[in-house]
């Protein structure tokens, strides 16, 4: 973005400007898709629109976003034109209406698609947008009348003309321009202003005037249209006419075809289309020449803040701030040598006297523009020229090299003295940096040499130079200022020293300080023991009572640290010249001891100044308050009342978005508040623009992301970007500043919902912890039930012990107990019979039997008691052993039917007992009844069920039932049937008895065989 100065023809065209214009140019280098631009305007967001050959444009002062159409796009809400030289509006829906070849269009701003309202099929001739009103936008279309249409639902409707003047037979539309106002509509034909009022359908002619051109409301209500030569003004309630001759003021044309008012100052400007000149009017009918452009102008605009935008043909779009000048500068006329101002004064007639570096001196009248330049001798291209003052004597005194000069008001010199070489080293002439009176006719010179005195040549004996030989003070020597009395500081190459003067002859050294640093300048403050000094690091604040100095570089605000010259404002409120503008140093109050806190507002070419870089001894205070600082291109001056910040604040706006590094939404981003992302698209990016053009790229940001940062962050980077945002819910906010000092209030919110993802949610962690709540209630229940379980099979287990317990006592009492209770009853018998010689054979038989019965008793008890005892294939040893002992006895012969190996199942103890019992059982019973000679015994286990058959070959059991006759039978059922199993008996008389037992048992444990 190029910056230009624009000249007022109020000055003469030989003398240096004195208002200037901040302009700024704006091309296709900058965006802009063509250099045509036919239209210009703001829309309600603070966006700027421009209509141009190749396209609709946005701008947002950083960038443009455009849109036009492209070959064989034939989808549906794109742009079908590239050739857009209408007028563009805006209803209240926020669309926005313009006219091109293919149509009237709108531009539905939510979407960002087009519709072609009126196409050329309907139009004949290109229609003519008047503008919006109460949602409706109105075109005229010459040959076919008035047509209303709204976005809302597309509608359209035409109003025919009632005026046969609108009957052309010409391709070219009689129409110029038009505004819509209060329900009626306003146009410019080819033959003067007419009216058509929409709400009862009446037309009249207002103006009969051919050349006119564009018609605008000013703010005062009143009807301004231009016209070639002339502007004419129509009050839109009374009708009346009146009529302003514009004259052009350099090209000779003046048909003038654009027109712009600043509602602020009342300022119009008008511009000729063929010649490319704009004039000024002011509120008192006063014209001016405003600026020449090379290219004709098409339109233009004033912004809300005060800058008059051009639109020209082919040469893009110009910006210029017509806000008041704040600060005055001179510069020198176009192709001339910019003043590298190293002194400057003014005088009571309110002459500006400065010295040029290699110029000489000149006298210049803010006034009149008149510039003089003084006569002396021959000024070198190095003539060095330094500070101006006048003295006590009434002289003006400047320099040049090495010379002082005695001037009187009008700029003779009347005297002069040369500084002679008269330090020990030196081989060339001093230069004169700075020269002071330290008393009346007698004067401080400070040089490249050191330190001088000098009198005044027309004093008694005067006219004499010294030079002070003090090593403390050798070197260079900038400036010199006065602290009380006669005690000076010099602002030297090699830091700064305080001396007191005695004489012309004899100087003391007070203090020094800084060494190392040069110094330019000094500020004593008069309220406080503070003395400011410009460094070329930075500006010092130095405590004279304590020594101790704050230094304020471009860290602490200040535009730069090369620091020429402080001018006070007042005594808390300094102006500092640096090597990149100037700047106010606002002193936040002083506290001894304490640390000193300023702030900064800084000022730059762009503001109005000279340039950025300005000079040493270029300075000036007037007794009016006036500040005066000069530079490498000429002089600034201002009062600092008058500098007051850019009133006009920045809308704050985000211009794109994007989601993953993707861009998710632009152009439609103005109208969003909330914006719902999954949990996996966490990483966000914003665009941030702050839509103030008055130094576009000088706004500030200021954001936060609510919930991520805890201050706001202020910065001027107009990107932003949040990686990894965790699941929940934000608020992005943004303020802005425009180029000075001024915020929005209220920051732009922008609400953020990330999703989290399922798991995360809170219907899921209500489900997931219900199905805890259940799966604890159930693990509970589980554990309750395996704990009342547990104690079941205990009790159970304790229970199968007592009566396990209590069988085996049974078993003892009734099988044992008897048996020796009848050994004992027998043995009794038989000694009885012993003594009365009676022969006891038969009951010894009995007690033998018996003793018998009772050692298998026992020894059944003994095995049915051995824990190891507890698998089939015991089981199956204890029946084998058993039976042959008890079978071989009583002389039957036993087969027995067995597996190889019988399976080590585990057989519960109730069953081997019974099992076992029912078996000897049998056994007995074969012996003791069945008359057999041979016994069969079978053993199978299929896996799950125990089979036993005992078979013998004896007489077999009575037809009339032995079971019913003795216990035995229907033990041996009772037994087996109390274990879960079956029992089945077969006999026949005289083919022996069978007797079959069943009982199911579980799989054979692991490695069973």
Same mark, same amino acid.
């Given at each position: 973005m190029g910056f230009v100065l624009v000249i007022l023809l109020l000055c003469s065209p030989v003398c240096l400007a004195q208002h200037i214009h901040r302009?700024?140019?704006?091309? &296709?280098?900058?965006?802009?898709?063509?250099?045509?631009?036919?239209?210009?305007?703001?829309?309600?967001?603070?966006?700027?629109?421009?209509?141009?050959?190749?396209?609709?444009?946005?701008?947002?002062?950083?960038?443009?976003?455009?849109?036009?159409?492209?070959?064989?796009?034939s989808l549906h809400g794109h742009l079908k034109d590239r050739?857009?030289?209408?007028?563009?509006?805006?209803?209240?829906?926020?669309?926005?209406?313009?006219?091109?070849?293919?149509?009237?269009?709108?531009?539905?701003?939510?979407?960002?698609?087009?519709?072609v309202?009126?196409?050329?099929?309907?139009?004949?001739?290109?229609?003519?947008?008047?503008?919006?009103?109460?949602?409706?936008?109105?075109?005229?279309?010459?040959?076919?009348?008035?047509?209303?249409?709204?976005?809302?639902?597309?509608?359209?409707?035409?109003?025919?003309?009632?005026?046969?003047?609108?009957?052309?037979?010409?391709?070219?539309?009689?129409?110029?321009?038009?505004?819509?106002?209060?329900?009626?509509?306003?146009?410019? @034909?080819?033959?003067?202003?007419?009216?058509?009022?929409?709400?009862?359908?009446?037309?009249?002619?207002?103006?009969?005037?051919?050349?006119?051109?564009?018609?605008?409301?000013?703010?005062?209500?009143?009807?301004?249209?231009?016209?070639?030569?002339?502007i004419v003004y129509c009050n839109p309630h009374t009708l009346d006419v009146d009529s302003l001759g514009v004259p052009a003021q350099k090209s000779g044309l003046c048909d003038w075809n654009a027109i712009a008012e600043d509602s602020v100052s009342g300022n119009i400007w008008l511009a000729d289309n063929a010649a490319g000149e704009i004039v000024q009017l002011n509120k008192r009918g006063d014209i001016a020449s405003f600026m020449q452009l090379k290219n004709k102008v098409n339109r233009l605009y004033v912004d809300r803040s005060r800058n008059l935008w051009i639109g020209t043909e082919g040469d893009g779009v110009y910006r210029v701030d017509v806000k008041p000048d704040r600060f005055h500068t001179l510069l020198p006329a176009a192709g001339k040598p910019g003043y590298m101002i190293k002194g400057l004064w003014r005088d009571n007639t309110g002459y500006i006297w400065m010295s040029a570096f290699g110029q000489g001196i000149f006298r210049y009248n803010p006034a009149t523009g008149q510039q003089i330049k003084l006569p002396t001798e021959k000024v070198k291209p190095d003539s060095y020229l330094s500070n101006i003052f006048r003295d006590s004597v009434g002289y003006v005194v400047t320099t040049k090299d090495?010379?002082?000069?005695?001037?009187?008001?009008?700029?003779?010199?009347?005297?002069?003295?040369?500084?002679?070489?008269?330090?020990?080293?030196?081989?060339?002439?001093?230069?004169?940096?700075?020269?002071?009176?330290?008393?009346?006719?007698?004067?401080?010179?400070?040089?490249?040499?050191?330190?001088?005195?000098?009198?005044?040549?027309?004093?008694?004996?005067?006219?004499?130079?010294?030079?002070?030989?003090?090593?403390?003070?050798?070197?260079?020597?900038?400036?010199?200022?006065?602290?009380?009395?006669?005690?000076?500081?010099?602002?030297?190459?090699?830091?700064?020293?305080?001396?007191?003067?005695?004489?012309?002859?004899?100087?003391?050294?007070?203090?020094? %300080?800084?060494?190392?640093?040069?110094?330019?300048?000094?500020?004593?403050?008069?309220?406080?023991?503070?003395?400011?000094?410009?460094?070329?690091?930075?500006? &010092?604040?130095?405590?004279?009572?304590?020594?101790?100095?704050? &230094?304020?570089?471009?860290?602490?605000?200040?535009?730069?640290?090369?620091?020429?010259?402080?001018l006070p404002e007042s005594d808390t409120a300094l102006w500092v010249s640096t090597n990149n503008g100037l700047s106010r140093v606002a002193v936040n109050g002083y506290q001894p001891g304490g640390k000193i806190q300023a702030t900064f507002r800084n000022y730059t070419v762009h503001d109005g100044l000279q340039s950025n870089e300005f000079n040493t001894g270029g300075f000036?205070?007037?007794?009016? %308050?006036?500040?005066?600082?000069?530079?490498?291109?000429?002089?600034?001056?201002?009062?600092?009342? @008058?500098?007051?910040?850019?009133?006009?604040?920045?809308?704050?706006?985000?211009?794109?978005?994007? &989601?993953?590094?993707?861009?998710?939404?632009?152009?439609?981003?103005?109208?969003?508040?909330?914006?719902?992302?999954?949990?996996?698209?966490?990483?966000?990016?914003?665009?941030?623009?702050?839509?103030?053009?008055?130094?576009?790229?000088?706004?500030?940001?200021?954001?936060?992301?609510a919930g991520v940062d805890r201050d706001w962050v202020y910065t001027a980077n107009d990107k932003v970007r949040y990686s990894n945002l965790s699941p929940g819910t934000y608020e992005f906010q943004l303020k802005v500043r425009n180029n000075e000092t001024v915020w929005n209030k209220e920051p732009l919110v922008l609400t953020v919902v990330i999703h989290p993802p399922f798991w995360q949610t809170w219907w899921f962690r209500l489900l997931l912890a219900t199905a805890g709540a259940t799966a604890i209630v159930v693990a509970a229940r589980q554990y309750a039930r395996g704990k009342v379980r547990a104690r079941t099979r205990e009790l159970e287990k304790q229970?199968?012990?007592?009566?396990?317990?209590?069988?085996?006592?049974?078993?003892?009492?009734?099988?044992?107990g008897s048996g020796l209770s009848r050994i004992s009853l027998?043995?009794?018998?038989?000694?009885?019979?012993?003594?009365?010689?009676?022969?006891?054979?038969?009951?010894?038989?009995?007690?033998?039997?018996?003793?018998?019965?009772?050692?298998?008793?026992?020894?059944d008890l003994i095995w049915l008691l051995n824990p190891e005892n507890t698998t089939l294939d015991s089981l199956a040893a204890r029946i084998r052993e058993y039976s042959a002992d008890f079978l071989d006895a009583a002389g039957i012969a036993v087969h027995f039917q067995f597996p190889p190996q019988v399976p080590a199942v585990p057989v519960p103890r109730d069953v081997q007992r019974n099992v076992l019992l029912t078996v000897k059982e049998a056994v007995n019973n074969v012996v003791k009844h069945s008359g057999a000679t041979a016994v069969t015994m079978v053993l199978q286990y299929d896996g799950s069920t125990i089979n036993i058959a005992v078979a013998d070959n004896g007489r077999g059991l009575p037809d009339d039932d032995g079971e019913q006759k003795g216990n035995g039978l229907r033990n041996m059922r009772y037994r087996i049937g109390s274990v879960g199993g079956t029992w089945l008996v077969t006999s026949a008389p005289g083919e022996g008895t069978q007797i079959a037992i069943s009982i199911p048992l579980g799989p054979p444990a692991a490695g069973g065989a």
């Open positions: 302009i700024s140019h704006l091309s &296709v280098a900058n965006g802009l898709s063509q250099s045509s631009v036919y239209n210009i305007v703001g829309d309600s967001f603070g966006f700027l629109w421009m209509n141009t050959g190749d396209g609709l444009n946005r701008y947002d002062g950083r960038n443009f976003v455009v849109y036009k159409s492209r070959l064989n796009d050739n857009i030289n209408s007028p563009l509006y805006e209803d209240k829906w926020n669309n926005l209406w313009f006219a091109a070849d293919e149509g009237v269009y709108y531009m539905n701003r939510h979407t960002g698609r087009f519709t309202m009126l196409d050329k099929h309907q139009t004949i001739k290109q229609a003519v947008l008047a503008g919006t009103e109460n949602g409706y936008a109105w075109a005229i279309v010459p040959g076919n009348g008035y047509y209303r249409m709204t976005a809302d639902g597309n509608h359209c409707k035409r109003f025919p003309f009632r005026n046969y003047e609108y009957r052309f037979a010409s391709n070219v539309s009689p129409v110029r321009s038009a505004l819509m106002l209060d329900g009626r509509i306003w146009l410019i @034909d080819l033959h003067g202003l007419f009216v058509y009022d929409t709400r009862n359908g009446t037309e009249k002619r207002v103006v009969q005037s051919q050349g006119l051109h564009k018609v605008m409301q000013l703010a005062s209500g009143i009807l301004a249209v231009s016209g070639r030569g002339k090495n010379e002082i000069h005695w001037r009187d008001t009008a700029g003779t010199v009347q005297m002069r003295l040369e500084i002679p070489t008269l330090t020990p080293f030196a081989v060339e002439k001093p230069q004169i940096f700075y020269i002071a009176e330290w008393q009346q006719g007698h004067y401080l010179v400070g040089t490249n040499m050191g330190l001088y005195t000098a009198t005044i040549p027309n004093k008694p004996g005067g006219g004499k130079a010294y030079y002070i030989n003090d090593k403390n003070i050798w070197g260079w020597v900038y400036n010199i200022a006065h602290h009380h009395g006669r005690d000076y500081y010099l602002g030297r190459r090699n830091g700064f020293c305080r001396i007191r003067v005695t004489n012309d002859t004899v100087v003391r050294l007070v203090e020094k %300080g800084l060494p190392g640093l040069p110094i330019r300048h000094f500020y004593r403050s008069q309220q406080s023991p503070l003395l400011w000094i410009a460094t070329e690091q930075g500006l &010092v604040a130095r405590d004279s009572t304590t020594g101790q100095m704050t &230094v304020f570089d471009e860290t602490s605000g200040i535009a730069n640290s090369y620091i020429y010259a402080i000036y205070h007037d007794a009016g %308050g006036t500040l005066y600082f000069g530079g490498i291109e000429g002089i600034s001056w201002f009062r600092p009342a @008058d500098i007051v910040p850019n009133p006009y604040k920045a809308i704050p706006a985000i211009t794109a978005i994007y &989601v993953n590094d993707t861009l998710v939404t632009g152009d439609t981003t103005m109208f969003m508040s909330r914006l719902e992302l999954p949990w996996q698209r966490n990483t966000l990016s914003f665009t941030l623009r702050a839509l103030e053009y008055t130094q576009p790229l000088q706004n500030l940001f200021a954001y936060r992301l229970h199968a012990l007592h009566m396990e317990r209590m069988r085996i006592s049974k078993d003892v009492h009734d099988d044992i027998l043995s009794a018998v038989a000694r009885r019979k012993l003594h009365q010689n009676e022969a006891p054979e038969t009951d010894i038989n009995h007690i033998s039997a018996l003793s018998r019965e009772l050692v298998d008793n026992m020894r």
